[in-house]
């Protein structure tokens, strides 16, 4: 069974960067393809990087390409999401999940992911 902790949110100005992290405990789940999503107050929870098991399969909400940059080390068993020139427009929540197997568009809805870490709020001052 996986587990999923994520860390590093917290407040920043504008322009500012933060690394979120996720730490996956179980075994197999370095093997999943895992990805992060936000979800903004009143909003729906939207997909914004995805990354296959071994990293050699990237996707990125367009919202946030360019600026945001997902990677993981199966060796420490976690993700990372490094945000940069962060605007108060990615203000949210943001959840790290696991999926059993997606493919293409899969991996970008919620649905197809069945393992949730608890989130890390982020916000972003003007």
């Known amino acids: 069974q996986v587990q999923l902790v994520e860390s590093g949110g917290g407040s920043v100005q504008a322009g500012g960067s933060l690394r979120l992290s996720c730490a996956i405990s179980g075994r197999s789940g370095v093997f999943h393809p895992m990805g992060w999503f936000r979800q903004a107050p009143g909003k729906e929870r939207d997909f914004v990087a995805g990354i296959n098991w071994n990293g050699g399969r990237i996707t990125y909400a367009d919202s946030v390409k360019g600026r945001f940059v997902i990677s993981r080390d199966n060796g420490k068993n976690t993700v990372y999401l490094q945000m940069n020139s962060l605007t108060p427009g990615d203000t949210a929540v943001y959840y790290c999940?696991?999926?059993?197997?997606?493919?293409?568009?899969?991996?970008?809805?919620?649905?197809?992911?069945?393992?949730w870490g608890q989130g890390t709020q982020v916000t972003v001052s003007s």
């Open positions: 999940a696991a999926s059993l197997g997606c493919s293409g568009y899969e991996c970008q809805a919620p649905n197809f992911y069945q393992t």
